[in-house]
């Protein structure tokens, strides 16, 4: 892990209120695995508290790595604001991401997504195709205008959508389309999700028992590195309340049936 101011490189708007931001620096010889995330400093006094922002794109060769966020509050609203040459003080990379070593060329992998949480799946899936392994994505948005990267994620396997409005694919949340892809009779070797609660609790429940099934989580993040404790989740079966795992550290990712989601 390491602290660097970075610089912004391009940024553009890929939907109302989304915006996609390259940054280069040095930090990404340290970046791996897609799920991983770096914690930004917002350049505003009153502002003490990084923001957790994971990696959508990591390009070594070229120093640079790709965020997608969407502006939800003071903090990313000054990110958008922000111009080519522009430097970010980027803190990273942090937390444990998708392990992509259960699963061998030839085999077939699940790519779950869920809007904002749809950005560290490309990462995930370029991984995945680089070592021949099938994808298959199933990606959903709450509309057509909020949605990105469509392109980008038909061009790396077999790509399924759904809208909650139904104005882009199928009508509803992408529960409906795990059950559809299950009913034709798949047997995906490993599960790779994030998104939203109700996203990442359907798949939880549908691949609980699956020995190679993930699932990225969200909290509320202070330090981001382990120390704070302000982003703990509870563990299955654990009656006491007594242990917890911290997301920043020990997550984002956890293996389904492991945290109460
Ligand atoms: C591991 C991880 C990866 C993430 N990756 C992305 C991503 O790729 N793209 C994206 O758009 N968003 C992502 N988020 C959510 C993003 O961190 C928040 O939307 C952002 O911090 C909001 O900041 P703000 O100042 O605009 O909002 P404010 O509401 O003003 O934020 C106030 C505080 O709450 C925290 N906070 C607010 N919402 C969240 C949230 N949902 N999760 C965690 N902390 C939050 C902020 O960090 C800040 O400390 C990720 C969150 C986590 C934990
Ligand atoms: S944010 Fe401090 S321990 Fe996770």
Not at 7 to 17: D, E, F, N, W
Not at 219 to 228: D, I, L, N, W
Request: net charge neutral.
């Amino acid at each position: 892990m390491l602290q660097e101011k970075m610089t912004i490189v391009s940024q553009k708007s890929l939907a109302p209120r989304i915006f996609e931001m390259k940054l280069q620096g040095d930090l990404v010889q340290e970046m791996n695995k897609a799920g991983q995330f770096i914690h930004i400093k917002v350049p505003s006094e009153d502002k003490v508290l990084r923001r957790p922002i994971s990696l959508a794109k990591i390009d070594k060769k070229t120093n640079s790595c790709t965020i997608i966020y969407r502006v939800e509050g003071g903090g990313t609203a000054i990110f958008s604001k922000m111009k080519a040459g522009d430097t970010l003080d980027v803190l990273g990379p942090l937390g444990n991401g998708f392990d992509t070593s259960v699963v061998e060329s030839g085999q077939t992998a699940l790519v779950i997504g869920g809007g904002i949480g749809t950005p560290p799946m490309y990462e995930l899936s370029r991984q995945l195709k680089e070592k021949g392994v099938q994808v298959i994505h199933l990606i959903g948005f709450a509309s057509r205008d909020v949605m990105f990267y469509q392109d980008k994620f038909l061009s790396l396997g077999e790509t399924h959508f759904s809208t909650d409005d139904g104005s882009f694919g199928l009508h509803g949340h992408v529960g409906l389309l795990i059950d559809d892809l299950l009913a034709k009779g798949i047997k995906p070797d490993a599960v790779y999700a994030c998104g939203a609660n109700g996203l990442l609790k359907a798949v939880d429940e549908k691949f609980a028992q699956h020995p190679n099934a993930y699932i990225s989580m969200e909290a509320r993040m202070a330090c981001g590195m382990g120390a704070c404790y302000a982003c703990v989740v509870h563990v299955v079966g654990d009656e006491t309340g007594a242990s917890s795992l911290k997301v920043c550290d020990q997550g984002p990712v956890f293996e389904t049936g492991r945290v109460v989601v």
